[in-house]
């Protein structure tokens, strides 16, 4: 008798938490979600049409309650920004700031980034994309869930530009330690800067909540500034 061996599960990057979202959150969700959202689908975008002009786009990686995101839109209005975050407060929040900013250079998906990045992001069509304070899944066990591994890299290799920057941060030393051995074999990317520091010296980028957190923690900080060949 033959024995079907079950579908392999997906490694997750992140855990869906249901974390409480409020009243303003949900209103923004509802209210600005037709200016402000994308839905998750198997098909390229069309950046030029999605921000009704043409301009580099920068794509951040969970960006959290997306104040720095939203901060990064308002002082550069001649990019594009994508933002894609998988918890509901979060994007609720950051959609929230965008609305009260009146910008119009933002967009924001809820979904998996890898999976956005490989169904809706067209090759070479990125110029920048921040990956910072990812979960740094610290327990050994948990490493392979990790988001710096092969697979992203490999897409985000595909998605920016030649020339594209790739931006990390960290204030985990061990996944520090990660990036730098998982990076150092890569012929696709460069290493433009790499800048350990204890949040005073940020690399082209606004201080986040994590960042603040990691501080507060007594953690250093940890920036990469990597270029697409």
């Not at 043409?54 to 933002?83: C, K, M, W, Y």
């Not at 591994?149 to 020339?163: I, M, T, V, W, Y």
Request: include cysteine; hydrophobic fraction near 40%; charged fraction near 30%.
């Amino acid at each position: 008798m033959t024995q079907n061996n079950p579908p392999q599960r997906t490694i997750r990057s992140f855990v869906r938490r249901t974390g409480r979202i409020t009243p303003s959150q949900q209103r923004a969700l509802r209210d600005h979600w037709g200016r402000y959202g994308l839905p998750h689908k198997p098909q390229m975008l069309q950046l030029d049409d999605v921000f009704d002009r043409s301009a580099e786009t920068v794509l951040e990686v969970g960006f959290g309650n997306g104040d720095t995101l939203v901060q990064a839109a308002i002082e550069h209005p001649e990019l594009n920004f994508i933002g894609i975050e998988v918890h509901e407060p979060g994007a609720g929040h950051c959609i929230l700031k965008a609305a009260e900013a009146d910008i119009d250079n933002l967009r924001i998906i809820i979904h998996d980034a890898l999976e956005v990045l490989r169904d809706q992001i067209a090759d070479r069509a990125l110029s920048r994309i921040n990956l910072l304070f990812a979960d740094p899944w610290p327990k050994k066990r948990h490493h392979k869930r990790r988001l710096v591994n092969a697979p992203f890299l490999d897409l985000a290799a595909a998605k920016l530009s030649r020339g594209g920057a790739l931006f990390l941060a960290t204030d985990w030393e061990n996944y520090a330690e990660h990036i730098d051995e998982v990076m150092h074999d890569r012929t696709d990317f460069t290493l433009v800067e790499r800048r350990k520091h204890v949040g005073d010296q940020p690399l082209d980028r606004h201080m986040t909540k994590f960042e603040k957190r990691g501080l507060k923690r007594g953690h250093s900080i940890w920036d990469w500034h990597f270029e697409c060949r």
